[in-house]
């Protein structure tokens, strides 16, 4: 009987997602091999996949994905209970997307599993998920850099790239740029009417009635009448942004300099008419933040003072509906509270330890799990060699007949079969195996002085080591990835709670009595007056350690008082 994991348990929804990146090397047998390992994997378990997502053509790097939304949407509405996917991977490659709809699934009380990796439980798994998705990050960027060397010595010597080409040019069997002479005409065209004051509209209206195609076939829009006008190429000029390389006069010109400088003008003519669009706000708590008082989602919003000018907070998602009052809070004011709570908490050297330690028991757990369709056909081998045995027995006892000695071939047949699929069966890639050291190593990273915290760095911080925040108009409470107790089937978070209003939060044991029902919360930092000499040893381990940093709870002269873990 194969060995059931105690995370999966019986009778459980259990639905599966799948998706394959665009490209001409991926295709349909793509899907064929995730559903494969995945169903292998389900039946080991014990369970049933009772649902499929399916995304095809689609890259993991972004979440406009139809079925993936779909899939999260029904989390939402408790369709389902679990979620298997072939690989992490599978869910999104932006690390960013990857934290967000991992806890909004963990949310809505989703068990997440791997076919074709370990699928850890508990905080710690969720620091070294965070730590493996970083390592992905920079092998992923190491290897682009290596594959676009070569490229980048085409683009040295003005070689088309092959891609997209611009209305007009085209290329010879060398690929170098030479004129279409079928499309150039139409490019002339747009540089003498823009320059001559004619709007884009106006240029687009002319060109789609006379049938004029853009490069790729379809019909011009003001945007591509844009891109033209704005492209050195026309004048002569190759350019490889992605490569960093310029060169005038490298290929032909189709417009002389002096209409393009009209043109350029014309640009800028137009362009001190329109605003500027601002950028949007990154809110780095989202998927983490959560209303103490409803139990609500908080979201970022926007307004404009009356000097036009932006303020950025975060908001109750029920407020809008009148069914919650929490106040809304200032954005950057709660997340530098948060990341230096955090920094203060996790990255003293004690802790880091302590949590090197326990990456390294999640690591030796991973070890002693079995490829799940390996573990499939060994059951079904077993079980087939003990049919076979019954049957020969029975021969053996004088109870032989056709219809015995028949379905004895079949079973020979049948084990030679399941053989050969376990010998077929590739083995996966070890998964990389860090030493205490090198976790030490990997989490000191996270160490780094106040001036040099952008916040690319703020939100790897809250992403690897912040379970959950919840907030009411005077605390917050932070939960973090790290288990302060163990219990038979939960974990109990370490966590502070922070004042918001620059006094002490509500004693020792602040008042959880509003939390959701189904957390463990807990206060850490004990009875008896211990608090102050735990927050003075923590301060003393942060400022002696080789690279000396203080993180101060909050900024513009607002106090927090932090209860950290004993």
């Not at 980048?152 to 060398?174: N, P, Q, V």
């Not at 006379?210 to 492209?231: E, M």
Request: hydrophobic residues 35%; contains cysteine; glycine residues 8%.
């Amino acid at each position: 009987m194969a060995r059931k994991n105690k995370s999966a348990e019986a009778g459980q929804r259990l639905v599966a997602y799948y998706r394959y990146s665009g490209g001409s090397g991926q295709t349909e047998q793509s899907i064929e091999g995730q559903r494969r390992d995945c169903m292998a994997w389900a039946k080991a378990h014990g369970l049933t996949i009772c649902h499929e997502y399916i995304d095809r053509h689609i890259s993991g790097k972004t979440d406009n994905r139809a079925q993936f939304q779909r899939m999260m949407q029904d989390s939402d509405k408790g369709a389902f209970d679990s979620l298997i996917c072939w690989k992490t991977d599978r869910l999104a490659r932006n690390r960013y997307d990857s934290a967000i709809y991992k806890s909004r699934l963990r949310k809505n009380g989703v068990k997440i599993y791997y076919a074709a990796e370990s699928s850890v439980d508990g905080p710690e798994g969720i620091i070294l998920e965070g730590l493996m998705e970083s390592l992905a990050e920079y092998y992923s960027a190491e290897l682009s850099q290596k594959l676009r060397r070569g490229i980048r010595e085409s683009a040295l010597k003005c070689k088309c790239l092959g891609g997209y080409r611009a209305l007009g040019l085209t290329s010879d069997k060398d690929h170098n740029y030479v004129i279409d002479e079928s499309q150039a005409p139409a490019v002339r065209y747009i540089f003498e009417q823009y320059a001559a004051g004619r709007t884009a509209a106006e240029i687009v209206a002319d060109l789609n009635a006379k049938g004029v195609r853009t490069a790729t076939g379809g019909t011009f829009n003001k945007n591509s009448i844009l891109r033209i006008i704005t492209n050195e190429q026309y004048i002569g000029t190759y350019i490889s942004r992605a490569h960093n390389v310029r060169v005038e006069g490298a290929i032909p010109a189709i417009i002389d300099r002096e209409l393009w400088d009209k043109a350029q003008a014309m640009v800028q003519k137009n362009k001190a008419g329109r605003g500027v669009k601002s950028k949007a706000a990154n809110y780095m708590l989202s998927g983490k933040l959560y209303c103490q008082i409803c139990g609500g989602a908080m979201k970022g919003i926007c307004g404009t003072g009356k000097h036009g000018d932006k303020h950025y907070y975060y908001a109750c998602s029920n407020h809008t509906s009148h069914s919650c009052d929490k106040r809304n809070i200032e954005k950057s004011f709660l997340e530098d509270l948060i990341v230096s709570a955090t920094a203060e908490h996790i990255l003293a050297p004690g802790k880091l330890e302590q949590i090197a330690d326990r990456v390294v028991q999640v690591q030796e757990a991973e070890q002693h799990i079995i490829n799940p369709e390996k573990e499939m056909l060994e059951s079904e081998l077993l079980e087939c060699t003990k049919k076979q045995d019954n049957i020969l027995r029975a021969i053996e006892d004088g109870t032989d007949s056709a219809r015995l000695s028949s379905r004895l071939r079949e079973l020979e047949e049948q084990e030679a079969a399941l053989r050969y699929r376990m010998e077929s069966i590739e083995e996966p890639p070890a998964a990389p195996i860090y030493s205490r050291d090198q976790l030490l190593f990997m989490l000191e990273q996270f160490r780094r002085a106040a001036d040099e915290q952008d916040e690319i760095y703020k939100q790897r911080l809250v992403n690897t080591f912040v379970h959950d925040i919840y907030l009411s108009d005077d605390s917050a409470f932070v939960q973090f990835n790290i288990s302060a107790q163990e219990k038979e089937k939960s974990t109990t978070l370490e966590s502070v709670v922070l004042s918001l209003n620059g006094g002490d939060p509500d004693g020792e044991n602040p008042d959880k009595s509003r939390l959701p029902a189904g957390f463990d919360r807990v206060s850490l930092g004990g009875d008896g007056g211990n608090r102050t000499r735990v927050r003075k040893e923590v301060h003393e381990s942060i400022s002696g350690c080789s690279l000396s940093t203080t993180f101060p709870l909050c900024q513009a002269g607002k106090q927090a008082d932090t209860l950290v873990a004993s």
